[in-house]
């Protein structure tokens, strides 16, 4: 049924799950079971218990395997689920060289439970490939990407880093939340392991917590399979079901969200109470030449950055379109405040370090017109304006 030969788009419908075999149902059924009758005491069926195998969360895990251009893709209860058991390959003793603007959850996992495992970390700018060279150490066995960074995009070069993790007998991990397969497939730049908080883009709706994480070697495979029923962080068979729902819609939602996030980045850039835009879109950002050589688009987030902490609070009160809130990626635009929402757990100076200013806001566009976000924000500045002449 599957056809390799479609585009990614046409893909993303009539893959191996297009309709289910036994029914013919076009939505791929729910499988709620948490046991499976065997047949005798020496004729086992392909499941057996829900946690180490379930046809539901299988559809999913095979779906995004072939969009990713992987061989194996695995379920897991969250996006920290998925990143954190990457991470359980690694054993007492190993170093993980990171990129310094990693997602705050992630910075949380690797700074205050894998030390206490005994597996050490350096973080270093991920864009500068000498300073990650440098600091390739005897026991380091991943380097760890993610491009565009949260919340200040910076561009990293996946195929770059693979060749220098493969030259030193790493493994390269790659989370590609922001972009998903449909703008970016790092598998085919030469990493090891992709990694999605399919809470985002993937799943599409702010309506369930996901992740996913995929692997193109047989070997990796077993290790994470292994991992995943040991941990037993496994995703629910309806969150399944939602994730492969919103999948459908990945390509026009990406399509339209990046054309969108295009359009408002270079208006803001000419807004007078913008001090800065971090937008690889942008011509004059350092990684828009790279981002335009290893993904097919800039993607729908980005950030911008206000005068201060008085501005952004006022802004945010006068706006009126996105939501104000964690998290990112969904029909629905959303505004957050990286500060105290996604780098919340990282102390102010690391934070500040990062370019992660008191000042600085992060937009995710949704499905809107975009003209209608233009004129919410355009009013916004104008409040913005007025009060200040007071
Ligand atoms: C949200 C997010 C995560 C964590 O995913 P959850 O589904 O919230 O656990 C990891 N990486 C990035 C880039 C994210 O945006």
């Not at 005798?40 to 069926?45: K, N, Q």
């Not at 195998?53 to 920290?80: D, K, V």
């Not at 998925?82 to 190993?94: E, N, V, Y």
Request: glycine residues 8%; contains cysteine.
């Amino acid at each position: 049924m599957s056809n390799e030969t479609y585009s990614f788009q046409t893909r993303l419908l009539h893959n191996n799950h297009k309709y289910d075999e036994l029914t013919g149902a076009v939505s791929v059924p729910i499988q709620h079971a948490s046991t499976f009758h065997q047949k005798s005491v020496e004729e086992f069926g392909p499941y057996d218990y829900g946690r180490s195998g379930n046809p539901t969360r299988e559809a999913l895990e095979e779906t995004i395997a072939s969009l990713e251009g992987g061989s194996h893709g695995f379920a897991y209860s969250s996006g920290m689920a998925a990143i954190s058991l990457s991470f359980m390959i690694l054993s007492q003793g190993d170093h993980v060289v990171l990129t310094k603007d990693v997602y705050g959850g992630t910075f949380r996992f690797v700074t205050q439970v894998l030390t206490r495992l005994g597996i050490e970390h350096t973080f270093v700018d991920m864009t500068n490939l000498e300073e990650v060279a440098a600091n390739i150490q005897e026991n380091t066995k991943v380097l760890y990407v993610e491009t565009p960074s949260n919340p200040t995009l910076k561009i990293t070069n996946i195929q770059a880093i693979s060749k220098l993790a493969k030259q030193h007998n790493c493994l390269t991990f790659v989370d590609n939340t922001f972009m998903t397969p449909a703008l970016q497939r790092p598998l085919e730049l030469g990493a090891d392991v992709v990694l999605h908080s399919a809470t985002k883009f993937i799943g599409g709706h702010s309506d369930v917590i996901a992740g996913l994480a995929v692997v193109n070697d047989d070997e990796l495979a077993s290790q994470f399979k292994f991992l995943q029923n040991s941990f037993g962080a496994v995703l629910g068979v309806q969150d399944a079901w939602i994730v492969l729902r919103g999948l459908k819609t990945l390509h026009i939602r990406m399509e339209h969200s990046s054309k969108a996030a295009d359009v408002l980045a270079k208006w803001l850039n000419e807004v007078p109470e913008v001090k800065n835009v971090y937008y690889s879109g942008l011509p004059t950002h350092p990684g828009y030449q790279l981002q335009a050589e290893q993904a097919t688009g800039h993607g729908a987030v980005f950030s911008f950055e206000l005068e201060d902490y008085e501005a952004v609070k006022r802004f945010v009160e006068y706006v009126k379109i996105p939501v104000f809130a964690v998290s990112l990626g969904a029909v629905e635009s959303i505004l957050s405040y990286p500060a105290t929402m996604s780098h919340g757990s990282m102390p102010k100076d690391e934070r500040e370090k990062r370019g992660i200013s008191d000042g600085l806001l992060r937009i995710s566009v949704g499905l809107e017109k975009v003209d209608d976000l233009i004129a919410d924000f355009d009013q916004a500045f104008a409040k913005l304006r007025q009060k200040e002449q007071v």
